[in-house]
Structures are given as C-alpha cells and as structure tokens.
C-alpha cells in the first residue's frame, strides 16, 4: 500500500513538471524584442519547431501567439509573442537546462 502511494506521489511530480502552466508565468529563458508584427515571427519560427518536434502547435492569445512544442520528460517549450510598440516581444520559457534545446532556440533568434 505505501508503495502504491509512493509511486503516486512521484507521479503526481512528474505530471506537474510537465505542464506548460509550470513555466509561464516565471521568468522566459529569452527575452527579446523585434522589429516584425507578431504574425511574421509566428509564421518563421513555428516550421522550424515543427521540423524539431511535429506535435508543436500555435495558439492565438489576447495580443499576440503561442506556439507549444510538448514534451514528453519535462516541461513543454513554450514561445510567447506579443505586440510591443511597431513590432513584437518573444519570451520563451524552457525546462530546466539540461533539457532546453538548442535549436529551438537558436529558430527563435533566426526569425527575429
């Protein structure tokens, strides 16, 4: 029986380190603004996600987009990009280091 419990509670760990709730909304990992709308960079980085990771989706958000690439271990990856004056800010929010992938990032960086 406490093994089951056990196990429960681990489990229950795991599922909240997953969720994209859990990072948004600390700190992003990349913080920066761009002189495109935010429908420009929307449409340049979610190609490069989805060559990464096919299940990556976009969402529409009250002033901007989401795009989401799931993941199964740790927390998904998650991309914000919002009007900011003439142009857009990205925030990207990423699980902990030793699972934040480099390309993701580095698509963020090429499409601003």
């Known amino acids: 029986m406490s093994r089951m419990l ?28 761009s002189d495109k709308i935010p429908k420009e960079v929307a449409a340049c980085v979610l190609p490069a996600w989805q060559k990464e990771i096919p299940k990556t ?29 003439d ?5 990207l929010y990423q699980g902990p280091p030793w699972a934040k992938s480099g390309a993701m990032r580095q698509a963020v960086r090429d499409c601003l």
């Open 57 to 85: 989706s976009q969402t529409s958000i009250s002033n901007g987009y989401r795009i989401t690439a799931p993941s199964i271990i740790t927390a998904d990856e998650v991309l914000d990009i919002v009007k900011y004056k």
């Open 87 to 91: 142009g857009s800010r990205v925030s």
């Open 6 to 33: 056990m196990g429960g509670v681990v489990m229950a760990l795991l599922a909240g380190c997953s969720l994209p709730a859990s990072l948004v909304p600390g700190e992003p990992n990349y913080n920066k603004p």
